[in-house]
Each structure stands twice: as structure tokens, then as C-alpha cells.
């Protein structure tokens, strides 16, 4: 008996899509005599938000199930042949269009059963990216599925992740009702999002879960890009600490692991407990050195993990949008050498990029140079669209109809200048524009709003500044020095003003990344950090720009989630606020 892990990437809600995948499955050669193991929500995509409760998405998920019962009644499935597929169950009050719960649960298809729910989900998150106790009716029972001689501990995803938020604990269900019962690995159907540190703990938690059981742990995530969730795959098996089979990342893939012996489950005991799923979220991603406190350095490991990341959110951002063309603005400085670069390494057959440079009178003869070199490097199309003239229209008409402009608004305008070209260019091709923007300029609010702020989809939004510079020297180590030496050596400026620098405006990088880290990741306060042994007033005029900016984030593109705690969809804080932080 062999499992099949099928590790998917659907749109979400293209009924057509997944039907056509399992009718080409139940077709093929091979599909019988095995158990096919598919992702949570297989069947609708994951997460549906409110899409969940709407009518049109309601009833053509029920003719999606309607046409599946129908395939398999005419498919002649032998004794040993099985799927569990992750999909969503709704009950209807007496009218039928008002669901009064909705569970997400495992469909078993066999030779006797067709499309029954056999498990109900427990554990519903509600934290960071999480809000399935909006949505869901939480499961409160454990199932042990039984296929002729063969039986597995059945669980879907946040189940495996019990802690003391939660009142109930799956696992210590599934031990209990499994007492006494020969059985041959638990089996989880996830859809999991990645993030740098994501795959470690899935293996160490599931690692825990199978020595408990002294079973192995079959585990099929989903694969794809939702908006900025990025669901990575590598789904895996696992005995005790043994890695047996693992997956591909960031693609679909699918992967045939043989069924071990039975194994009897006598004195199973306490299940093992996991961390606080929401404490989990504020990984430390700093580290005291003999020289104080720094962010922690990428490994190269980690490096390349972040590349399939970023390739895979732009690629499905893209294709689910139906879009086939890319537009960066250059400007000669390190964060948008590297979109432009990273773009056009992830390329596919009928795609395309343009670059375009707009200077200003305050450009330096070397940001062009930069620009045109790193686009002869990579064959880009670049276009030099200067905007001083345009800059001088809006100074003389404000002269004439308003007061001169001058100071922050002067510096503004030509940033909002260079967005309105991006957009008509942009209109012009139809081409998708690619933000530039950092996680430590998002933090600061260091940049402008409708400006150098707009994009479609931001690759380096939760990147800091340094880690940019890291990724961009990985990127030339791995790519024959692709990016221009240039610009990873000179100092980043905004060039809105003569000889600006951005450390005129703000603490060197590699200190301000650590008190960003710091505050957003760790939660530290300003005791925590003063105890670093940071400069008080450089810890207080950051602090004052992260809360300051919290008008800009709410109106900032979707940002490619790449960390534990994010900017966008998992971090939600009111604009209008006032709040005690001692910055008196």
C-alpha cells in the first residue's frame, strides 16, 4: 500500500481547475490500490475570508461536490483504493442560504463511500493572518480512519499545534480514542504559510507528534501564493526523527511513500504540548554579540529559501491576476537594482519587463550609470523619462496659484511625479508596476504616500534594508555579480534634495533594522531597548515614526509575507490612537 501526497497550487475558488485535476487522477494509470492524501480546503482554496458566506461561491461549491459524487459513482474504485481531501462542509437553517455552520473538515471517497465528511477540523486559529472562529464551527472529536486492514490518526492542520489558548487538545483525543488500536501513521492535511522559519518547526513538531504515536506522520500541504500568504508545500513524512520522503518547495509536486507496518498503541500517555501559537509569532530574530545587539544574519540557506518565496508570490500574484508584463522604476539605489533584478531572474516563457528612470535635478550622473549597467546586465529595456522640467511646471504653478513649495512638500512632488508616470505607463502597456519599497522605510514611513509607495504587489516589503543588501550580494555570488557593485557600495539616498543622505533622516541601518526587529518582533519596549545599550533619542524619534506611520501601511499594496510577524493582512493597528510610551 502506498500514500500519495498530492502538494497542489489552485486559485482559489476555480471549481473548473480542481475537478479537472481530480478527473485526470481518478483517469490515470496508477491511481488505484493506493490512498491519495490531498491539502486542507483542497476543494475551495484557503483562506476564503468572506467569500466563505457568498451566494455565488455557496452554490457553485455545491456543484462542484454535486459533479464530483457524480465521477466517482462512475468510477470503479477497487477495495484498496482511497482519497482524503480537504474541503468545507455547510449547514443550512430552513431556507437554505444562510449557512448556520460551517465546518472545515476531510472528505472520504472510497469504494463505499462517496464525499462523506469523516473529521471536523478542532482547532481554529485566530491569530496573526488567522480568522477561522469568524468563519468555522470547531470539531471536537477525533477520528481514526479505517481502510481494509489499514487505520491512521486523522487531524487537519492548526490540530497538530495544540496549546493552552485552545480549550480542547486533538492530539490528546486521538491518543485517547486510539488506546488499544493497531494503527499505521497519523496523516494531516494542511495549508500552511511559509515563512523563514516555518519549515523547522513543522518538522520538530511533527517529529514530537510521531515519537509519541511511534508512528509515522504523513503531512500534504498546500503549495502557492495567495495575495501575500505564501503557502511553500514540502510536505513530508516523518518516523520518529527520520525525514523519509520530502517534497519539493514553493512548486506543486507529488510524492508516493509506502505504508509501514501496523504498529499497537499501548500506554500512548500525555500528548506532547505545543508553544502558545500567537507567542510563536515573535520569534527572536536578534542576537547579542561581545559589540551589543544586532539582526541576526540570513544564512545562505535561508537566502535561497527567500528567493523561492519571492518567486513563487510574484509568480501567482501575477497569474491569478491574468498578468503577463512588469514595470519597476529605477532610481540608481540598492532596493530597486534588486526588484528589477529579482524580476527578471523569475521571468517565465511570455513574460516580459521594462525598466524606467526618472531623474530629477538633484540625480547623480551616478544613478543613471547604475541603472543602465545593471540593465545591459540583465537585458531589460530601460527608459529615461526625466522629470526636472515636470517639477518645474508644479513649482511655477504653485508660485503663481497657492505659495511656493519647499521643504518636505517640494521633495514629495517629485516622488508623486515619478508615480503618476509609472501609472500612465503602466496604463499605456498593461504591465503590472512592482513596488521598491523596504520593511525598514514601511516601518519609518519613509516614503510617500501615492509616490514611491505605489505598486501592485511589494517583493521586498518585509525584507529590512540591510537584508536587502544581503540578499543583493547572494544574488551576485550566485549570479556572476549581476547587480552592479556600485550601487550595493554607495550610500542609500532618496535624492529629493542636494547631497541627501538617508542617514540624515535616520540611524544608520544596521542599528535601525535591530531597533525595528527589536519593537515589532520582540515586542521590546523602550526599557527593553535603552538596556541594549542604544541611544535614547535615536530609540524614541524611531519609535515616533513607527507610530506616526501607521496612516501610510493601511494604504500601502499587499506585502509578500516573508517573516513570522509581518507588515499587511496579519498586523492590525488602529491609525487613530494614543497610547503611553514614555516618549515624554
Excluded at 475551495?44 to 459513482?73: C, M, N, S, W
Excluded at 530597486?336 to 521571468?347: I, P, Q, R
Excluded at 509609472?422 to 501615492?450: D, H, P, W
Amino acid at each position: 500500500m502506498q500514500i500519495v501526497i498530492h502538494q497542489t497550487d489552485h486559485t482559489i475558488g476555480n471549481f473548473t481547475q480542481v475537478y479537472k485535476y481530480i478527473e485526470n487522477l481518478v483517469q490515470s494509470q496508477g491511481f488505484q490500490n493506493k490512498i491519495h492524501i490531498f491539502p486542507e480546503t483542497f476543494l475551495t482554496g484557503y483562506p476564503l475570508q468572506d467569500l466563505v458566506l457568498q451566494k455565488t461561491f455557496i452554490r457553485e461549491y455545491h456543484e462542484l461536490l454535486d459533479a464530483l459524487k457524480e465521477l466517482f459513482a462512475k468510477t470503479d474504485f477497487e477495495d484498496h483504493t482511497a482519497m482524503l481531501i480537504g474541503g468545507i462542509r455547510y449547514d443550512f437553517e430552513e431556507n437554505h442560504e444562510i449557512p448556520s455552520n460551517i465546518y472545515n473538515v476531510i472528505y472520504e471517497v472510497t469504494k463505499d463511500s462517496n464525499l462523506n465528511d469523516i473529521y471536523k477540523k478542532c482547532l481554529l486559529p485566530a491569530y496573526d493572518i488567522f480568522d477561522e472562529t469568524k468563519y468555522y464551527t470547531p470539531g471536537d472529536s477525533a477520528t481514526i480512519w479505517t481502510l481494509g486492514d489499514y487505520k491512521f490518526g486523522l487531524l487537519i492542520c492548526e490540530d497538530m499545534w495544540h496549546s493552552k489558548q485552545y480549550a480542547i487538545d486533538p492530539l490528546q483525543l486521538l491518543m485517547d480514542k486510539a488506546q488499544g488500536e493497531s494503527l499505521n501513521g497519523v496523516i494531516n492535511l494542511s495549508a500552511s504559510p511559509w515563512n523563514i522559519d516555518k519549515e523547522d518547526k513543522r518538522l520538530k513538531r511533527a517529529s514530537e507528534i510521531s515519537k509519541a504515536f511511534d508512528i509515522p506522520f504523513y503531512y500534504v500541504n498546500k503549495v502557492g501564493a495567495e495575495d501575500e500568504i505564501i503557502f511553500d508545500g514540502a510536505s513530508f513524512v516523518v518516523n520518529g526523527t527520520a525525514v523519509i520522503a520530502k517534497a519539493k518547495s514553493f512548486v506543486a509536486d507529488t510524492m508516493e511513500v509506502e505504508v509501514g507496518p501496523a504498529v499497537k498503541m499501548q500506554k500512548l500517555g500525555a500528548a506532547p504540548q505545543g508553544k502558545h501559537s500567537w507567542e510563536s509569532l515573535f520569534g527572536p530574530h536578534i542576537e547579542k554579540t561581545p559589540n551589543g545587539a544586532r539582526l541576526r544574519p540570513l544564512s545562505e540557506e535561508k537566502l535561497d529559501a527567500i528567493l523561492g518565496a519571492i518567486n513563487l508570490g510574484l509568480q501567482d500574484y501575477a497569474r491569478k491576476c491574468g498578468m503577463n508584463k512588469f514595470l519597476v522604476a529605477l532610481s540608481g539605489g540598492i532596493d530597486s537594482a534588486l526588484v528589477l533584478t529579482l524580476v527578471k531572474l523569475f521571468l517565465r516563457p511570455g513574460q516580459e519587463v521594462e525598466a524606467i528612470y526618472m531623474p530629477s535635478k538633484f540625480s547623480a550622473a551616478l544613478s543613471w550609470e547604475i541603472s543602465e549597467e545593471l540593465c545591459k546586465n540583465l537585458g531589460v529595456k530601460l527608459h529615461n523619462v526625466p522629470i526636472k522640467f515636470l517639477h518645474s511646471s508644479v513649482q511655477n504653478l504653485f508660485q503663481d496659484s497657492l505659495e511656493p513649495l519647499s521643504g518636505l512638500a517640494d521633495e514629495n512632488i517629485q516622488s508623486r511625479l515619478r508615480g503618476a508616470i509609472l501609472y500612465a505607463r503602466s496604463n499605456q502597456t498593461g504591465a503590472m508596476v512592482i513596488n521598491t519599497s523596504n520593511k525598514s522605510e514601511l516601518a519609518v514611513g519613509y516614503s510617500t504616500l501615492y509616490g514611491d509607495s505605489v505598486g501592485a504587489l511589494s517583493i521586498l516589503g518585509d525584507l529590512y534594508k540591510s537584508e536587502v543588501f544581503a540578499l543583493s550580494r547572494h544574488i551576485n555570488k550566485n549570479f556572476n555579480n549581476i547587480i552592479p557593485a556600485a550601487v550595493i557600495e554607495r550610500p542609500p539616498s532618496a535624492e529629493l534634495r542636494a547631497e541627501q543622505k538617508d542617514e540624515d533622516s535616520l540611524p544608520p541601518y544596521d542599528t535601525l533594522d535591530m531597533i525595528l526587529e527589536s519593537y515589532l518582533s520582540y515586542r521590546y519596549d523602550m526599557e527593553d531597548l535603552l538596556k541594549l545599550g542604544l541611544n535614547k533619542t535615536e530609540v524614541e524619534r524611531v519609535i515616533k515614526l513607527i507610530l506616526n506611520s501607521e496612516y501610510k501601511r493601511q494604504q500601502f499594496c499587499p506585502i509578500l509575507k516573508l517573516k513570522d510577524k509581518s507588515f499587511g493582512f496579519g498586523r492590525r493597528v488602529p491609525i487613530c490612537k494614543k497610547v503611553d510610551f514614555n516618549l515624554d
